[in-house]
């Protein structure tokens, strides 16, 4: 019987050497995949970005308000602040007409008598407080109240940007104009009580800290190499879905399968062959990747991938997620009938997995319903189970559900195979 298996991987390995060009692509595309996504998100993982996004500033109030505003924004070392266009200061309509074209991403308009405005509305609501707390004795009366309307802060986003950029933006200024008000409060009282009677502290109280687990006594902070690289890893392993399928159609075409039958050979010998040589693949897909992010990456400018105590759990992810990508490679050749149905259908599919597994969005941020159906995916399973190890420093029980739900897939999906098939022998 191991006789017979050696033969079947044999078989197998010389069917991909017909195919060297096909070969080739299945290792040498992953590897400029995860390069090229790595390199193009990383910046999102760092705290401090080499390419300043350029905004525009119309300042049409001059004031104290647009001055704090335009500090801020200074400040933030994300963008570049332009108040003028060939020399010129900025008006309402060159900024929209500049965003609306993509040439900028941003465009923030500040309305005119914002500083005095708000000045006089925080004076009306101090006046209105301390009149009613007894105080109107000591302190003058207040002037007649006048109607002040709602300042609009107006932003301008190129329609080209993402949701999550208009959200972080608007967040930000949000925060900011909400400090400044806040400060004209404070100072408001302290004019209207006295200086002597009152110092208010207008530093936040309550501050935000994040707790970044640690290992061995070193903080793992997470980058986009350890996001990318488990992720882009399971993509080319699932991608071996394509010349397997494509492998056992050509069998059947030319009539290999027929004659192997004809021997003293059962089909189980022929699926275990295969499993073998396609394990192997994957094994090999998964090392290159690793060493590809530990020693390349950070000749590139990208951070290294730190596999410190988790390459051993790391590669039985990889084995169990192979098993998963083998079971489902079968189950396609065996059901489908000509290559034309098998690779376009095995390329749809696995990119269709990936995406609902969570590969190129977080299955955070999609919708209950596809969070439901995200659940299902064998990508989504070994994902997890490579976050698991990877981030959250998972010990091999904490991933046994999950490699169990891959193997459980290949099983499934294998004994479908065999029984189509037989089925099919049988009509």
Not at 198 to 221: C, D, G, M, W, Y
Not at 284 to 300: R, S, T
């Amino acid at each position: 019987m191991l006789y017979k298996i050696w033969m079947s991987i044999v078989k197998e390995f010389l069917l991909l050497k017909r195919d060297l060009g096909g070969l080739i692509i299945l290792f040498i595309m992953p590897l400029i995949l995860v390069i090229t996504v790595t390199i193009i998100q990383d910046s999102t993982f760092k705290t401090v970005s080499d390419n300043k996004i350029q905004i525009l500033l119309v300042d049409n109030d001059k004031g104290s308000v647009s001055k704090t505003v335009f500090d801020n924004l200074q400040k933030n070392n994300a963008f570049d602040i332009i108040t003028q266009i060939d020399n010129q200061p900025i008006t309402e309509e060159v900024a929209k007409e500049n965003v609306y074209k993509g040439k900028f991403k941003l465009a923030i308009v500040i309305p005119k008598d914002l500083s005095v405005d708000l000045q006089a509305k925080v004076d009306q609501n101090v006046q209105n407080i301390v009149s009613k707390m007894g105080f109107t004795d000591s302190i003058a009366e207040p002037k007649t109240s006048k109607v002040l309307q709602q300042k609009e802060v107006k932003l301008y986003f190129d329609p080209a940007v993402q949701m999550s950029f208009k959200t972080s933006v608007m967040n930000a200024i949000d925060k900011m104009i909400s400090q400044i008000e806040t400060k004209s409060i404070y100072t408001t009282f302290q004019n209207q009580l006295g200086e002597e009677n009152a110092q208010f502290e207008q530093k936040s109280f309550i501050t935000f800290k994040e707790i970044i687990p640690r290992i061995n006594n070193k903080e793992v902070l997470p980058n986009s190499v350890q996001h990318n690289v488990p992720a882009w890893t399971l993509f080319a392993i699932f991608f071996i879905v394509i010349p397997l399928s494509i492998n056992i159609v050509k069998e059947k075409s030319q009539g290999t399968f027929v004659r192997l039958l004809t021997n003293p050979t059962s089909n189980l010998i022929i699926i275990i062959g295969k499993t073998i040589t396609y394990l192997m693949i994957c094994m090999i897909q998964f090392y290159m990747m690793v060493a590809v992010a530990i020693f390349l990456f950070p000749h590139i400018g990208l951070p290294s991938l730190n596999v410190e105590g988790h390459l051993f759990l790391m590669s039985v992810v990889a084995l169990f997620s192979g098993f998963g990508a083998i079971g489902f490679g079968i189950l396609l050749g065996t059901i489908a009938s000509t290559q034309e149905q098998s690779a376009p259908f095995g390329a749809t599919s696995v990119i269709i997995l990936a995406a609902v597994g969570g590969v190129w969005v977080p299955v955070f941020a999609m919708p209950k319903i596809m969070q439901i159906i995200a659940k299902s995916s064998p990508m989504n399973w070994g994902l997890e189970a490579f976050y698991d190890v990877l981030l959250r420093n998972g010990s091999f029980v904490e991933i046994i559900p999950k490699i169990s739900l891959l193997f459980l897939f290949f099983i499934i999906t294998t004994s479908i195979a065999l029984f189509y098939d037989k089925k099919k022998r049988t009509v």
